[in-house]
């Protein structure tokens, strides 16, 4: 009985470790000091990272244009940082069809690795945002890098940006909620 308890226990302890390590060291070998920072994500860090992309880089995978000419257009938007292979985005996007009811447009930068698999889940959810996507010297499209490129700590997390400045973020499923509350309260949702 206690070897069998004893070997219950392990089995736990290992898959909690193993869990809690894949959290940390991801698939492209960041590390734990840049994921840890992600505990922390609040709009002023979200604000260091959007300073320092190249807006004139990111272009619309659909429709052409960059991110920094939609950024001149748009004093208010929404972005959403998700891939297709993202559990939690995936639980969260049929909510956020609801932002199709926002006053500002919604924007979306994707990190996702595989053109199928995200063409597929993008015609079958029938997503209403558009993502940005790099383009490469020979004019290709080409998913951004959120480890070391962008620096995403958390997917999904949406970000209301206004005027350049990261006003708010919203992290995750419990983000949600959260999101369409201050939507609402900020007059940002249409009726």
Known sequence: MQKSLL??????????????????????????????????????????????????ALFFESGG???????????????????????????????LQKLQNAAVPTIALTFDTDWDSYR?????NALFWRDLVHKTTTGENQFVI???????PL???????????IKKIFVGESGVPKLFSYLEKSNLLKN
């Open 7 to 56: 070997k219950i226990v392990v089995v736990v302890f290992c898959c909690a470790f193993c869990f809690f390590a894949g959290m940390f060291v991801g698939p492209n070998g960041s590390n734990l000091k840049s994921k840890m920072k992600g505990w922390r994500y609040t709009a002023s860090l979200a604000q260091k990272l959007y300073d320092q992309w190249d807006k004139d």
């Open 65 to 95: 244009g960059t991110l920094s000419q939609f950024v001149q257009n748009n004093g208010t938007f929404i972005l959403y940082n998700w891939a297709s292979w993202c559990p939690h985005c995936k639980k969260i996007n049929s909510d």
């Open 155 to 165: 997917i999904p997390s949406v970000w209301i940006v206004q005027d350049g400045k």
């Open 146 to 152: 959120r480890e070391n490129e962008f620096d995403v």
């Open 120 to 124: 597929l889940y993008r015609e079958k």
